[in-house]
């Protein structure tokens, strides 16, 4: 397993994009209302991207995906396409997922967002325990840790809240390529012995359903959408092994109270 451990250089660039990332998802939240189409968030941040950034979205084109980001509504559980026809409605639930290739190097996150006020409390409480569980697999990051404790974390804390977790889409290491070595499981799996070092950088994304695990990709080749119907939600962070701990690469103003070193 090629697992690259960045330098100080690299690991100033990834930062940077990582900041753009993040910077887009809280740019889009005032745009996240009942009536507007996916499409129309996809373009606003594909002109911000663009524009103002003078950076370039890195899902566009990749392996011929279409659009700019990913926008996961409801059952959708990762790589939904932006569509005219797909108009957000009071107590939807929503994912936009954000690439940004800049000088380079990537940085990627995701967050939920609630379209409306009429949120139930399912899923107000699935939001919740998908960032929670994010969050508890972050705080244990640090050099010398086993890799599998990553997910066996999540997999804990999810399935105690009686949701389940997502096995087909995982996280992964970041930098000069979109994806790189590890893959990071959500779940208690084999990780081939591998220990978290100083300089490795990647992503957890936690994917979550309220009913079934089970998941399948529809005709477009892109859509994964639960079996049985039910929502699902994810956040993700990019994030550096550091000396001591950890250092969230992605992390955004709202999040800035969160007890996180």
């Known amino acids: 397993m090629n697992i690259l451990i960045k330098k100080a250089s690299e690991i100033n660039k990834i930062i940077q994009s990582c900041k753009l990332a993040t910077e887009v998802l809280e740019m889009i939240d005032l745009y996240i209302i009942p009536g507007i189409s996916t499409e129309q968030l996809n373009c606003i941040c594909h002109d911000y991207i663009i524009n103002v950034q003078k950076a370039k979205p890195a899902t566009l084109g990749y392996k011929g995906y279409p659009k700019s980001v990913c ?22 639930i929503i994912n936009i997922d954000v690439t940004v290739l800049y000088n380079g190097y990537y940085g990627d996150t995701s967050k939920m967002f609630y379209v409306g006020n009429n949120i139930s409390s399912k899923l107000r409480k699935l939001c919740n325990v998908t960032q929670n569980s994010l969050y508890k697999a972050i705080k244990i990051i640090k050099p010398g840790l086993r890799l599998y404790l990553i997910g066996k974390t999540i997999q804990q804390y999810v399935e105690n809240e009686n949701f389940s977790v997502v096995r087909n889409y995982c996280g992964h290491g970041i930098g000069k390529n979109f994806h790189e070595e590890p893959q990071i499981l959500h779940y208690n799996a084999y990780d081939y012995g591998v220990i978290l070092q100083e300089g490795m950088i990647f992503t957890i994304e936690p994917m979550v359903n309220i009913g079934s695990k089970d998941v399948y990709v529809a005709n477009d080749g892109w859509t994964v959408k639960t079996q049985d119907k039910s929502f699902s939600a994810q956040y993700e962070h990019t994030i550096l092994v550091t000396k001591n701990g950890y250092q969230i690469l992605t992390l955004r103003q709202e999040e800035k109270n969160i007890l996180l070193k």
């Open 71 to 92: 926008i996961s509504r409801n059952d959708v559980v990762c790589h939904g396409i932006p569509n005219k026809n797909e108009i957000l409605c009071n107590g939807d």
